[in-house]
């Protein structure tokens, strides 16, 4: 069985091919920069990387691009071959209570979704649109961010301002990342031979965006991004929580109107917007070199707040198996988790220095065996949990 999965962006495609006989990546990549005179394709193939700049104008004329590419590589005779293809969604609302098998109704909805997520919703229905011209007859499947997160209590996920801007708009915390944090809990609960629907965890996603996530009994119960992935945690540009009357303030002496608000919020602030840089290693980097005084407030600021979240999660689920380091920053820097670590070892985490150090692509425990509560990373691989989904919704359909 073969199953696409695309990740679309405004002007980009990510995307990768899986055989799903063995769960293997046949391969991946990314398109970039569409509908530009200068368009860039990479893609890894083997041990092959295939680079190239081309004019590609709009999204469909990408997948017709990497359509001729699987036939001269031979990976597949063309889209119709596949057997299955499954979309990342960031936002599904209220809407979607699980993954869905696309047709011309969610798409509508997807489409009226775009309000909540104006940044992203828009690229995934060019995406989805040019995979279905393209391969008509291939089921297609959209796979939502928010989905994990539907079990959040209304108490969790409700704001508090009048009740009726969440009747008729749908104000409310959703909640991201969910699909990597599904993904890295049903590892780590096997891991630990913990049934899942005993397993209680704080699972950190922390890359550029970051998102702390509350699983009791194997599900979200609360979770820090909200309506958008602007909520939360300090980030790499985004700035996390905030006071609404800090932006009322900024907005009446500066005069900038909503969107150059919204544009300082989620590219000028977070990291970057306290010291310069949005790559928490390179702030780190800063301060061993340069004891730099505004990486160090950075790195202070961005502890606080990931330390503060995990105490507050701490407080409402009582028991917890299991810290869940996951993602670009959480899987890769030794650094950060050392420090998380240290920070909460009065909750019973003893990390130990040794198995954090260690480089490895696999999931372990990175505290010692003595550890109240264990540690771990664990690799996430979101695209390889929406291969899962698309598998599980055509099986379930009798599409195969």
Same mark, same amino acid.
């Given at each position: 069985?073969?199953?696409?999965?695309?990740?679309?962006?405004?002007?980009?495609?990510?995307?990768?091919?899986?055989?799903?006989?063995?769960?293997?990546?046949?391969?991946?990549?990314?398109?970039?920069?569409?509908?530009?005179?200068?368009?860039?394709?990479?893609?890894?193939?083997?041990?092959?990387?295939?680079?190239?700049?081309?004019?590609?104008?709009?999204?469909?004329?990408?997948?017709?691009?990497?359509?001729?590419?699987?036939?001269?590589?031979?990976?597949?005779?063309?889209?119709?071959?596949?057997?299955?293809?499954?979309?990342?969604?960031? #936002?599904? &609302? %209220?809407?979607?209570?699980?993954?869905? /098998?696309?047709?011309?109704?969610? =798409?509508? *909805?997807?489409?009226?979704? +775009?309000?909540?997520?104006?940044?992203?919703?828009?690229?995934?229905?060019?995406?989805?649109?040019?995979?279905?011209a393209e391969?008509?007859?291939?089921?297609?499947?959209?796979?939502?961010?928010?989905?994990?997160?539907?079990?959040?209590?209304?108490?969790?996920?409700?704001?508090?301002?009048?009740?009726?801007?969440?009747?008729?708009?749908?104000?409310?915390?959703?909640?991201?990342?969910?699909?990597?944090?599904?993904?890295?809990?049903?590892?780590?609960?096997?891991?630990?031979?913990?049934?899942?629907?005993?397993?209680?965890?704080?699972?950190? #996603?922390? &890359? %550029?965006?970051?998102?702390?996530?509350? /699983?009791?009994?194997?599900?979200? =119960?609360? *979770?820090?991004?909200?309506? +958008?992935?602007?909520?939360?945690?300090?980030?790499?540009?985004?700035?996390?929580?905030?006071?609404?009357?800090?932006?009322?303030?900024?907005?009446?002496?500066?005069?900038?109107?909503?969107?150059?608000?919204?544009?300082?919020?989620?590219?000028?602030?977070?990291?970057?917007?306290?010291?310069?840089?949005?790559?928490?290693?390179?702030?780190?980097?800063?301060?061993?070199?340069?004891?730099?005084?505004?990486?160090?407030?950075?790195?202070?600021?961005?502890?606080?707040?990931?330390?503060?979240?995990?105490?507050?999660?701490?407080?409402?689920?009582?028991?917890?198996?299991?810290?869940?380091?996951?993602?670009?920053?959480?899987?890769?820097?030794?650094?950060?988790?050392?420090?998380?670590?240290?920070?909460?070892?009065?909750?019973?985490?003893?990390?130990?220095?040794?198995?954090?150090?260690l480089k490895?692509?696999?999931?372990?425990?990175?505290?010692?065996r003595d550890?109240?509560?264990?540690?771990?990373?664990?690799?996430?691989?979101?695209?390889?949990?929406?291969?899962?989904?698309?598998?599980?919704?055509?099986?379930?359909?009798?599409?195969?």
């Amino acid at each position: 069985m073969k199953i696409l999965v695309l990740n679309s962006g405004s002007s980009s495609i990510k995307f990768k091919l899986f055989d799903m006989n063995g769960r293997n990546a046949i391969l991946d990549g990314f398109i970039e920069e569409i509908g530009s005179e200068h368009s860039k394709v990479n893609i890894n193939y083997g041990n092959e990387l295939f680079v190239k700049d081309v004019a590609i104008k709009d999204h469909l004329e990408g997948m017709d691009y990497l359509n001729i590419f699987f036939k001269k590589s031979k990976v597949l005779k063309d889209f119709s071959e596949l057997d299955g293809i499954g979309h990342r969604v960031v #936002h599904g &609302g %209220n809407k979607f209570q699980d993954s869905v /098998i696309i047709d011309d109704e969610v =798409i509508k *909805t997807i489409d009226e979704l +775009s309000e909540l997520a104006p940044l992203h919703n828009p690229g995934h229905l060019a995406g989805i649109r040019s995979a279905m011209a393209e391969a008509p007859n291939v089921p297609n499947v959209a796979v939502f961010d928010t989905v994990f997160h539907q079990t959040m209590p209304q108490y969790a996920y409700m704001y508090a301002i009048p009740y009726e801007y969440y009747e008729k708009y749908g104000v409310r915390k959703y909640g991201f990342h969910g699909t990597s944090h599904k993904y890295v809990t049903e590892q780590a609960a096997n891991y630990m031979g913990i049934r899942l629907d005993a397993f209680n965890a704080i699972s950190l #996603h922390i &890359g %550029n965006g970051a998102s702390v996530t509350a /699983i009791k009994g194997g599900k979200s =119960i609360d *979770t820090s991004m909200g309506i +958008s992935p602007l909520e939360g945690l300090m980030m790499g540009t985004r700035s996390g929580d905030i006071d609404p009357a800090a932006l009322y303030h900024i907005a009446k002496i500066t005069n900038k109107n909503q969107a150059e608000i919204d544009y300082m919020l989620n590219k000028e602030s977070g990291l970057l917007g306290i010291c310069g840089m949005s790559d928490i290693r390179k702030v780190k980097r800063m301060i061993l070199d340069h004891d730099d005084e505004r990486a160090k407030l950075a790195y202070n600021m961005y502890m606080y707040r990931i330390t503060k979240y995990i105490g507050s999660y701490f407080a409402i689920m009582g028991r917890v198996d299991a810290i869940i380091f996951t993602a670009g920053v959480g899987e890769n820097y030794a650094h950060l988790r050392a420090d998380i670590c240290k920070t909460i070892n009065h909750f019973g985490v003893n990390i130990d220095d040794d198995l954090n150090e260690l480089k490895s692509n696999s999931i372990r425990f990175i505290t010692k065996r003595d550890s109240v509560i264990r540690a771990l990373v664990v690799p996430t691989n979101e695209e390889l949990a929406i291969a899962l989904e698309v598998r599980k919704l055509i099986k379930n359909k009798n599409f195969i």
